[in-house]
């Protein structure tokens, strides 16, 4: 029997043997009844999973990167890295990771990946926190990688505190067990063969906070708080110092010094986690956004502000402080929103963008107006100077690499100078590992920032309902559905000649303009579904650790996916040749051989208009030709004499097409460029008296709009009479005071009133956004223009003749 409460427990105690157990038992479950708490409160909320399947966001994503990718890989087997390393892919951590050159020939590609997970609260879910786990394909271009529409989802966890290990290893089982059953591999065609792709999860970027929420790892307040290394740091009063002097004989954490001392639980590991048997911590890379833009930066802003200082040496008097806000609010701006410099009153609110320019303008000035102690001075000039090197420079090579490795270590000794209590865990990461150690290996701390994830955080809210009921589940599947459809839509805009339906493919497509039929998505051969805490792929798999230093394995050439590729179809074939900038004269050959007449035409008419032809190609071909060895039969020597004539005239015969591609293109902007220039409005050179206003007593005649479907028949003057000037407008803005007026006109001026929206007022045709739309008809135009003219006491006729008119016919 379970425990009662004691009231309870002498009732019963009290009660005969058959009397009274019917009336105990109500006393039992009302008392029961109300200790139980609420099922919904604002204290309590029950915790939410959501997962995704990652297979079909990465098939969409593969079938659009994919050609780019191979070409990142080819570059890296044949020529090595870069000499200037401007993309992470460029650097040797990277060409570590992917596959090897024999397996590269066999069509067979290691898609690397990196996972960002991290707590964020949405303005439209305010009462939970949510948990997204975000997932990018490396070796891409930057922006290309860290586009909305190329990124993959794999699950998100809505809950009011942080999560615990069980529930992260709900959260991240579905993700786990999808990555073991794709390490047969998944088929993905290409412009020219189909290849094998291999994905796995190498990297992460993930903020302190969601390092040690996952891995249990950094602690700020211990010896062996590092997450990178077991140094051991130094307790100074109620904080760590983490001032390393040698920085390069730190001993790194390594795959399988962190498997066993986390077993064991020793330097500074309190036990193995469900996310190392993903990924461990050190293939996280230290990141801008985290390390420097909220880290270091906003520890130096309040040790040079704040009212709290530990080093006097950056301590800023009241003077300096009113000084450097004078210098902020005087800087000139520019309107990009990450770039606009605030003031320092705007510190606590700002993003970390934000905080940077901030930090571009004051600490310059710092330096340069001796706003502190010149120790201190030098100091903050030489972490300007550091993080302007960091985050600008693009030429990053091996002489670069080592100037700004020279450049951390002289920052790293002035500072120790200073003050050791600067030496943050997050200063140590940034310094000894992510510049001193990592710089020249896996590349700089802006190139893994976190800023595109956190964009991600936007893109999930874009026109979100907030009063469905279920509103967490509509924020992976609006995401989705986007995404979906702009890549059906990249695939047939191609086959259209409707020009507008091929700019609205380069632009994402809102959620609410998508139809649904049937209460179902059209979106079809796609699995993106979202599950409940259910996993959603069956028969997987067990996984292996991914993102380890464990020596790799010859990727499987067989795949464990029952499922078969079909050949792509004409529409997509057509879309991946004729999207690039240079087309190849073979690709085009073939897609014309077997296109109808009608996609034909659409080749021609629409898809061939600002493309480039590949002349390398068509010279490749003449030098082979030409490269033939000589035979000794007589019609063998006339075919090849004939075959290097003709790739003579092939060759001729494309330069010259291409050089009137590039005359009509520049000819096109000449044209833009001179419309322009027409529809630019030309200033008045003497403006009107400052006496003018536009008002019905300057009217001399009666003003009527004649009737002329679908405007009606319409008298201005009472209209005018009744019209009041706009409050808010300045009394000489005689145009804001027109255009009000006419507004009011159009209101009604049409019967029905909504033809109005088939005009337009245009001063050089239909040069406009919207073509389609007509100019107003000339008598109503005309009519127009006059009393507005009158309104403004300058329609008389007499202004209008001219001086010999006037002479011949004076006026009173």
């Known amino acids: 029997m379970p425990a009662l409460p004691r ?13 009274g157990h019917e009336g105990l038992d109500d006393q039992v479950e009302e008392e029961e009844e109300r200790r ?60 570590a990771d992917i596959e090897t050159f024999l397996e590269f020939l066999s069509q067979q590609i290691r898609v690397v990946l990196t996972i960002n997970f991290d707590g964020v609260v949405f303005k439209k879910l305010t009462r939970s926190q949510a948990w997204p786990i975000y997932i990018r394909l490396e070796g891409l271009p930057y922006r290309m990688k860290n586009n909305a529409s190329n990124m993959l989802i794999a699950g998100v966890m809505f809950l009011r505190k942080t999560p615990t290990e069980t529930l992260l290893k709900e959260l991240f089982s579905v993700l786990k067990e999808e990555l073991g059953m794709l390490e047969g591999g998944i088929d993905i065609e290409s412009a020219t063969t189909v290849w094998k792709c291999f994905p796995v999860i190498k990297y992460g970027v993930i903020d302190f906070e969601g390092l040690h929420t996952i891995y249990k790892c950094p602690r700020w307040q211990s010896h062996q708080g590092c997450h990178l290394c077991v140094a051991t740091g130094e307790r100074i009063e109620r904080s760590f110092c983490w001032y390393i002097p040698i920085a390069p004989l730190l001993e790194r954490r390594t795959y399988h010094s962190i498997i066993r001392d986390a077993a064991a639980h020793q330097n500074g590991l309190q036990g193995t986690t469900q996310m190392m048997d993903l990924l461990t911590m050190e293939r996280c890379r230290v990141d801008a956004l985290h390390a420097i833009s909220e880290g270091v930066t906003c520890d130096l802003f309040r040790e040079l502000f704040g009212s709290r200082n530990r080093v006097p040496e950056l301590k800023m008097n009241r003077e300096s402080i009113l000084l450097l806000r004078g210098f902020l609010e005087s800087t000139r701006n520019i309107t990009y929103a990450n770039k606009f410099v605030l003031g320092m009153q705007d510190l606590s609110r700002c993003t970390a963008s934000e905080k940077d320019a901030v930090a571009s303008v004051a600490f310059p000035v710092i330096a340069a107006k001796l706003l502190c102690d010149p120790i201190g001075c030098a100091a903050v000039l030489c972490y300007w100077s550091l993080t302007q090197a960091l985050q600008n420079r693009e030429d990053w090579n091996i002489e670069t690499i080592s100037e700004t490795k020279d450049l951390a270590l002289a920052m790293k000794r002035l500072w120790s100078r200073v003050s050791k209590q600067l030496f943050t865990l997050k200063l140590h990461c940034l310094i000894d590992h992510a510049i001193v150690q990592d710089l020249e290996y896996s590349g700089t701390p802006y190139q893994w920032s976190a800023a595109p994830f956190e964009r991600m955080h936007r893109v999930l809210q874009i026109r979100h309902t907030q009063n469905a009921t279920n509103c967490e589940e509509l924020l992976l599947k609006n995401f989705l559905l986007n995404r979906e459809f702009s890549y059906k839509m990249d695939v047939e805009s191609p086959t259209t000649s409707n020009e507008s339906f091929e700019r609205l493919s380069s632009v994402g497509v809102p959620i609410r303009c998508v139809r649904l039929e049937n209460s179902q998505p059209i979106i079809e051969n796609s699995q993106p579904v979202i599950e409940n805490s259910q996993p959603v792929i069956e028969n997987l798999q067990p996984v292996t650790p991914n993102g380890s230093q464990e020596p790799s394995q010859p990727l499987s050439s067989a795949s464990s996916l029952s499922s078969v590729t079909p050949d792509p179809s004409f529409k997509e074939r057509a879309a991946r040749v004729l999207s690039a900038r240079e087309v190849s004269l073979v690709d085009v050959g073939g897609l014309t051989s077997e296109a109808t007449d009608s996609q034909y035409q659409r080749i021609v008419t629409t898809r061939l208009k600002e493309v480039r032809i590949n002349l390398e190609e068509v010279r490749d071909v003449q030098r082979a030709i030409a490269d033939l060895p000589c035979s000794s039969d007589v019609v063998v020597k006339q075919l090849a004499e ?63 709009v004649p009737s002329c479907p679908p405007f009606k028949k319409y008298e201005l003057n009472p209209l005018l009479a009744a019209w009041v000037r706009p409050a808010r407008t300045h009394p000489q803005d005689h145009i804001s005071h027109c255009a009000d007026f006419l507004r009011l006109y159009f209101s009604s001026a049409c019967d029905p009133v909504k033809d109005i929206r088939k005009y337009a007022c245009r001063q050089t045709g239909k040069n406009a956004k919207h073509s389609d739309l007509i100019d107003l008809p000339e008598n109503v135009f005309n009519e127009i223009i006059g009393c507005l003219l009158d309104g403004m006491n300058i329609g008389q006729e007499e202004l209008s003749k001219t001086a010999d008119e006037l002479k011949n016919s004076p006026t009173e």
């Not at 460029?673 to 007593?697: G, M, V, W």
Request: with cysteine; charged share 30%; net charge positive.
């Open 642 to 704: 004939l075959s290097k004539k003709s790739a003579a005239i092939t060759t001729g015969l494309a330069t010259m097409v291409d050089s009137l591609v590039v005359a009509v293109t520049g000819m096109k902007k000449d044209i833009v460029q001179a419309s322009s220039a027409l529809r630019h409005k030309s200033h008045r050179k003497d403006p009107l008296p400052d006496e003018a206003i536009f008002c019905h007593s300057n009217l001399t005649k009666t003003w009527t």
């Open 7 to 19: 009231k309870l427990i002498r009732l019963e105690q009290r009660a005969p043997d058959g009397e």
């Open 36 to 95: 139980l708490a609420p099922k919904r409160g604002k204290a309590t909320k029950r915790v939410t999973i959501h997962t995704v399947s990652i297979l079909p966001q990465l098939e969409v994503v593969l079938k659009r990167v994919l050609d780019k990718l191979i070409e990142v890989h080819r570059r890296i087997h044949v020529d090595g890295c870069n000499r200037l390393r401007t993309e992470t892919s460029y650097f040797p951590a990277y060409e």
